[in-house]
C-alpha cells in the first residue's frame, strides 16, 4: 500500500464535482456566487478558491466527487 502525505494528495487533484440530492447549494468562488439546485451538479478546478454554504430554510444534501491526476510512486 502507498500512502501518499496530504500535500502530495492536494497538488493531484485535478477538480471537484458537486451533486445536490436536497436543497440549494450557494457555492462562492473567484468567478461568482451560484446557487445549484437539488438534481444537478457542477465542476469546480480544485485549485480556486471556493466556500460553499446552505442559506436556504431545508437540509443540503450534496455528493462531493474528486478526480486525481495520476501520480508516479517512484
Known amino acids: 500500500l502507498h500512502l501518499l502525505s496530504r500535500r502530495q494528495r ?3 487533484i485535478r477538480d471537484r464535482y ?3 440530492m ?5 457555492l462562492e468562488t473567484e468567478d461568482g456566487t451560484y446557487e ?3 438534481n444537478h451538479a457542477i465542476r469546480l478546478d480544485a485549485e ?7 442559506k436556504g430554510t431545508e437540509r ?3 455528493n462531493i466527487f474528486i ?3 495520476a501520480v508516479s510512486t517512484i
Open 10 to 12: 492536494q497538488i493531484c
Open 18 to 20: 458537486i451533486m445536490v
Open 22 to 26: 436536497q436543497g440549494v447549494l450557494t
Open 36 to 38: 445549484v439546485s437539488a
Open 48 to 54: 480556486s478558491e471556493h466556500s460553499y454554504h446552505n
Open 60 to 62: 443540503l444534501v450534496l
Open 67 to 69: 478526480a486525481y491526476d
